[in-house]
């Protein structure tokens, strides 16, 4: 094996002492030689391993509402808002490929639905420059096109066998809002503000996963679309080239299986602070400067289940971190203008799949601290020039695999970014 390897160098990393900066790799010049990889006669083409990969959706969108707004007086304090609703149809026509009788075929997809959606937005002013804000409302997130195509796809990449569907009839992200939040301008440029907020998250789109064999699949794919992925004719196992399928007993390979289904939500809640300070009243050039800052509390709890409807864990909404918070310094004269701004982001869960993650509870990012600047100056009426700054600290990506165990699963560091650019108005 040596004769199909070489070595490559990593240089000017920052790593610790010690760390190794070269490994060995693969050859692929030699070992296309030697294995003929490229050579269809050993390792045939066929359409099953890519016939997901092209598709449509189209989507046509119509709407009306109706609002009543209102300004007038509650016992003598301003009192203000709307209240309205909308009415939305959806309709998508979605176009895949599946294999069906060995044959590539169009598959279609059709589906409609329809949502009212009726909002309250209201103020009430106790007195000058304080604000009591509530809000009520119903909210449509639409899915994903690219989850609403109707075709069936079976891959197998290095050691890894997976299936996974579309689903066109996948219904929007349906919640149900309430907001109060209570606002005090103290001064000029000047604010604090504490909110609250409610949301009931009625259905949300989720990839739930399942492994199993070929025969145990819960799509009712044809054994074709699984021998095509493994490089074989027909439904004929015996005829399968792919290394993997071959060591792993063809028929008895594991697959994963992957689809994207509505999901029953669960309450969201949390609170929110707001700062914003210009210090107007410091001396001549500092007043103007300023301060901004907010806290964010957010927690969602929600089940998480595989393709046969197992609870796999109860955690939070992915991609939602409980805690984030962020402060800004700022400069602006109206002519240069220069802030600097830190974002903390708490842990939150990327993926929650045991099956297809070495049986891990879940896959996490860790928590990050990003700082980044920027700065402009306006030459005249016509050119500004600007400057920014993006991850000064080099903060790194950090995700871990395993909640509790919290194993290293990819570290990313990208370094620091900078923009120089010059804008022009007329």
């Not at 955690?315 to 974002?343: G, K, M, P």
Request: charged letters at 10%.
């Amino acid at each position: 094996m040596s004769s199909l390897v070489g070595t490559i160098s990593m240089k000017g990393i920052d790593v610790p002492a010690g760390a190794d900066t070269s490994w060995f790799a693969l050859d692929f010049g030699k070992a296309s030689d030697l294995l003929h990889i490229w050579d269809t006669s050993v390792y045939p083409v066929t359409a099953g391993p890519g016939y997901s990969n092209s598709g449509t959706v189209r989507e046509n969108d119509y709407g009306g509402w109706l609002q009543a707004n209102w300004d007038t007086e509650l016992y003598g304090m301003s009192f203000r808002g709307d209240v309205g609703g909308r009415y939305v149809q959806t309709e998508s026509v979605s176009l895949g490929y599946s294999l069906i009788n060995s044959v590539v075929t169009p598959v279609q997809g059709h589906y409609v639905y329809r949502d009212f959606l009726p909002s309250l937005n209201a103020v009430l002013e106790p007195w000058e420059n304080f604000l009591v804000r509530f809000n009520a409302g119903f909210a449509m997130s639409r899915p994903n096109m690219s989850s609403m195509l109707p075709t069936g796809s079976v891959t197998v990449s290095g050691s890894n066998a997976t299936a996974s569907v579309g689903n066109p009839r996948l219904m929007p992200t349906r919640s149900k809002n309430l907001d109060l939040a209570f606002e005090w301008y103290y001064g000029k440029g000047s604010l604090i503000s504490l909110a609250g907020f409610w949301k009931h998250i009625d259905t949300f789109t989720q990839s739930r996963q399942t492994t199993g064999t070929a025969a145990a699949n819960p799509f009712g794919l044809e054994t074709a679309a699984f021998v095509s992925a493994c490089g074989g004719t027909g439904s004929d196992w015996t005829t399968i080239t792919t290394p993997y399928c071959v060591n792993n007993g063809g028929a008895n390979v594991n697959w994963t299986y992957t689809a994207t289904v509505n999901a029953r939500g669960a309450p969201l809640y949390g609170a929110e602070i707001n700062w914003q300070q210009q210090l107007s009243f410091l001396a001549h050039p500092f007043d103007n400067f300023g301060l901004l800052g907010n806290f964010t509390y957010v927690q969602a709890q929600q089940s998480y289940f595989n393709t046969n409807g197992t609870l796999i864990m109860t955690e939070d909404l992915t991609n939602l971190s409980r805690i984030s918070y962020n402060a800004t310094v700022y400069y602006d004269d109206t002519v240069f203008q220069a802030r600097v701004t830190a974002a903390y982001r708490g842990h939150y869960l990327i993926n929650s799949n045991i099956a297809s993650n070495n049986n891990n509870f879940g896959i996490y990012s860790k928590p990050s601290l990003n700082i980044d600047a920027s700065a402009s100056y306006k030459v005249d009426d016509n050119f500004m020039l600007t400057l920014d700054a993006l991850n000064l600290t080099n903060q790194a990506s950090n995700i871990i695999a395993d909640k509790f165990a919290q194993r290293a699963y990819q570290y990313h560091q990208t370094g620091s970014v900078f923009y120089l650019g010059v804008k022009y108005t007329y």
